[in-house]
């Protein structure tokens, strides 16, 4: 029998959710002034926001050197730091902060900045500065949170996303952060309530979420979250297949992997299970299904799927769909 080699480790956990600050939020912090700003009746500044508002920064860039309005100024700024011109970008803001135009955006904006050129501690600093003009403005304290995130600190993180939350309840960025925290501090059932803040288009939440389900014992309620975009993602489907075994449903495991096994992937995993030397994955290949004991991965076991139960052929043993990993991993214990 050909061997293969299973890597015995439970599905890791992708620790991705708050690692930088977000390009997409910060523009969707930003272009949120243009519908929140003063109005004015400067028509060159009305017609520039809108041309922002449009995604057509030269034009909108043009329109705003024309306005007389002051805060024109800062959009000036933000158009030079979408395009790249940081440089110019970085003393528009402070230009803003010394007319007390927009402060707060002003040293949030700046703060991004010194973000960018990897300038961590002048990028607190701005942020900091921002919070204390306006204590709730949830860009900066979802930035410190990143902050604190990337040196591990996930109280200190936990502590900034909570208080963004309170001004932003329904973003799903800072939903994501928090669940985040948790998963890095093992706080699996909370992860699992938040489940339906959090992006569940977004692929790495999706498998997180399978994971945690498998920890906490969901295994019936996982296999539910996975939106029709992903069904078809060969990843996802192995973790659901794991939670499939553990809810008692081998024959809708085994049909899983039977659908993904191709010309082109040798064998499908059915099941992974970390227990000790119990420890075993339950392969599909084109000739049958194995079982691969860590105890003694040189020595696979032949199995078989009949009549609602799984029979394995040496040692002789049999389990109802419900005790499969049990059996296995009292076989996989005595093998030496």
């Known amino acids: ?65 024309k306005s007389s309005y002051s805060q024109a100024l800062f959009y000036i700024g933000y158009i030079q730091m979408q395009t790249g011109k940081t440089g110019e970008a970085e003393k528009t803001f402070e230009a803003c902060i010394k007319k007390d135009i927009l402060k707060a955006e002003s040293h949030y904006n700046l ?39 990337m040196k591990g600190e996930m109280d200190n993180a936990l502590k900034y996303y909570k208080k963004a939350l309170k001004v932003q309840s329904r973003s799903k960025d800072l939903w994501g952060a928090i669940f985040a925290v948790l998963l890095n501090k093992k706080d699996f059932k909370k992860a699992w309530d938040i489940r339906e803040n959090i992006d569940l288009a977004n692929i790495d939440n999706i498998k997180n979420l399978l994971i ?16 029709k975009s992903l069904q078809n993602n060969l990843g996802i489907r192995e973790l659901a297949r794991t939670l499939k075994v553990r809810d008692g449903k081998f024959s809708e495991a085994l049909q899983s992997a039977k659908e993904d096994l191709s010309e082109n992937k040798p064998f499908v995993i059915i099941d992974r299970y970390k227990k000790g030397k119990g420890s075993h994955a339950i392969i599909l290949k084109k000739d049958g299904i194995a079982v691969i004991c860590s105890s003694n991965p040189q020595k696979p076991l032949e199995l078989k799927y009949e009549n609602g139960k799984v029979i394995v052929t040496d040692p002789e043993k049999s389990a109802e769909e419900s005790k499969v990993s049990e059996m296995l991993s009292e076989i996989c214990e005595g093998i030496n």
């Not at 973000?115 to 930035?143: N, R």
């Not at 945690?212 to 939106?227: L, M, N, Q, R």
């Open 212 to 227: 945690v389900a498998e920890k906490i014992g969901k295994y019936a309620e996982g296999p539910g979250i996975i939106p």
């Open 111 to 149: 703060g991004l900045i010194y973000f960018e050129t990897e300038d961590s501690q002048k990028a607190v600093a701005q942020m900091e500065l921002a919070l204390k003009i306006e204590p709730k403005h949830a860009g900066s304290l979802y930035f410190l949170g990143n902050i604190s995130y």
């Open 1 to 65: 029998m050909r061997l293969f080699t299973i890597t015995f480790l439970a599905a890791a956990l992708i620790f991705s959710c708050s690692t930088a600050q977000k390009k997409e939020s910060n523009d969707d912090k930003n272009l949120k002034l243009l519908q929140e700003s003063i109005e004015s009746r400067d028509e060159a500044f009305i017609k520039g926001k809108k041309e922002l508002e449009n995604g057509n920064a030269a034009i909108a860039l043009e329109l705003l050197n």
